[in-house]
């Protein structure tokens, strides 16, 4: 059982940045595409920004230029910058691991992931 555990949530004012991170247990299933996905009260998931294993990633045209992700070299904690947050931006954040012979992209892993963290909550005032 592959466990995600998010960290770095809180509440900020417009223009401010936070860093999310997420950690998880093991490695060989965690390591070929990970991401974000964010849900606000009353609105679907939206998928916010994926890596794969080989580096490569995708970030929602909403979060594009403002957050990255990124992850170690063990590819066992994957992070996300978020900078210039908006009041938009405010949501439940959560960690998930898409399904290994499932296409990597952001919304595909909002849709069917595998596995995703408790998510951390991050609230953005204007």
């Known amino acids: 059982q592959v466990q995600l555990v998010e960290s770095g949530g809180g509440s900020v004012q417009a223009g401010g940045s936070l860093r999310l991170s997420c950690a998880a247990s093991e490695i060989t299933f965690s390591s070929r595409c990970m991401g974000w996905f964010r849900q606000a009260p009353g609105k679907e998931r939206e998928g916010v920004a994926i890596?794969?294993?080989?580096?490569?990633?995708r970030y929602a045209d909403s979060v594009k230029g403002r957050f990255t992700i990124s992850q170690d070299s063990a590819k066992t904690t994957r992070n996300l910058q978020m900078n210039d947050l908006k009041p938009e931006d405010t949501a439940m954040y959560y960690c998930?691991?898409?399904?290994?012979?499932?296409?990597?992209?952001?919304?595909?892993?909002?849709?069917?992931?595998?596995?995703r963290g408790q998510g951390t909550q991050v609230t953005v005032s204007s």
């Open positions: 998930a691991a898409g399904w290994p012979d499932v296409i990597c992209t952001e919304g595909v892993l909002a849709r069917t992931f595998a596995y």
């Open positions: 890596i794969e294993s080989n580096g490569s990633t």
